[in-house]
């Protein structure tokens, strides 16, 4: 669990852990260097949580690393420190992982804290993207979020995307991929993960009956500049590596067209700072292109599919113009 401050919700988070199970746990805890007394609580109320004490803050990429590292147990559970849980959440995830070694990672139902009948932004069902590099979600569509009705509790469990908040994986497939790409920080992290995955020849799927409950936005509210231009950056360093060359030089027009839509968009409704994160995510990519061609390499060396399959798997359009043009405001919306 990578944290960095928040001394109270990390206190909930960690009671409602060990009370979701009679498991045996291997608790890490990987601080990354807070400021407040985070350590000191943890060190006092649950001794048995192993702390890791970082030097500085790697972000969400880079504590969950080094957790990773440290962990001897054979499936890892990624969690967010501002979740609540639902007892026998980690059984039920962990019954649906053993149930295939293709399964890589299983992500419970997200469903918000702040109002426990909605699903949760971060990943709601289970994530999904467009083949322009844009992530939704089941239960999720930009700014709408729906009520759980249990509409996405039955049909197919396999999403493109298990939302970094929680989920359980296999430690050494993740190891095998490459870990989460630190140079993500924080924000779709996860989804690169997950792409990689999927190219291993692996799957990712939900377990509707496994249930957290998330405080989304409390480490970086929504409207924080920085965490805007994290999910655009971030989206098109994803989007540029995952893709096979042919593939990417033909989506590429196709994507920046879309962001500078966005971009003139967001200066007519003067939103300044979503503008300032595009421009700046751009420029960041167009100064980066070593890095781009790093993991690209990385990429292909672990590559076991086409991008034909992956394409299978991700919504064969703009999910951004369904959604503004079109009135596709749901994801059952989005599949007719």
Request: proline share 4%; charged share 20%.
């Amino acid at each position: 669990m990578p944290h960095y401050n928040g001394e109270d919700i990390l206190r909930d988070c960690l009671t409602s852990l060990v009370h979701s199970t009679d498991m045996p746990l291997e608790i890490i805890l990987v601080d990354n260097a807070s400021s407040d007394k985070s350590v000191e609580v943890v060190r006092r109320e649950f001794p048995e949580v192993q702390i890791l004490a970082l030097d500085k803050n790697h972000g969400f990429a880079g504590g969950c690393n080094a957790g990773i590292r440290q962990a001897s147990a054979e499936f890892v559970l990624i969690l967010n420190n501002d979740t609540i849980h639902q007892a026998g959440w980690i059984e039920a995830m962990l019954q649906q992982i053993q149930s295939s070694p293709e399964i890589a990672v299983v992500q419970p139902k997200l469903l918000s804290y702040q109002n426990r009948r909605l699903f949760d932004y971060s990943g709601a069902a289970g994530g999904e993207m467009d083949m322009l590099g844009f992530p939704f979600a089941r239960g999720r569509m930009f700014e709408t979020i729906e009520p759980d009705d249990g509409q996405y509790d039955s049909g197919s469990n396999c999403i493109f995307w298990a939302s970094g908040t929680a989920f359980l994986a296999r430690r050494q497939v993740l190891i095998d991929a490459g870990l989460f790409d630190e140079t993500f920080f924080v924000h779709m992290e996860e989804i690169d993960l997950e792409w990689r995955l999927q190219l291993m020849g692996y799957s990712v799927v939900v377990e509707p009956k496994a249930v957290v409950w998330h405080r989304s936005g409390y480490t970086l509210g929504a409207d924080s500049p920085f965490k805007k231009y994290l999910n655009h950056r971030n989206s098109l360093l994803m989007f540029l590596s995952n893709f096979r060359l042919p593939l990417t030089l033909y989506l590429t027009p196709l994507r920046i067209a879309l962001d500078d839509i966005a971009l003139v968009f967001s200066l007519i409704k003067g939103d300044f700072g979503r503008a300032w994160a595009i421009l700046k995510a751009h420029g960041w990519i167009l100064a980066h292109p070593g890095a781009i061609y790093r993991k690209r390499k990385i990429v292909a060396s672990i590559r076991r599919k086409g991008d034909g399959e992956i394409l299978q798997r991700l919504y064969r359009g703009s999910s951004a113009l369904s959604y503004y043009l079109l009135g596709k405001k749901t994801y059952a919306a989005l599949k007719c």
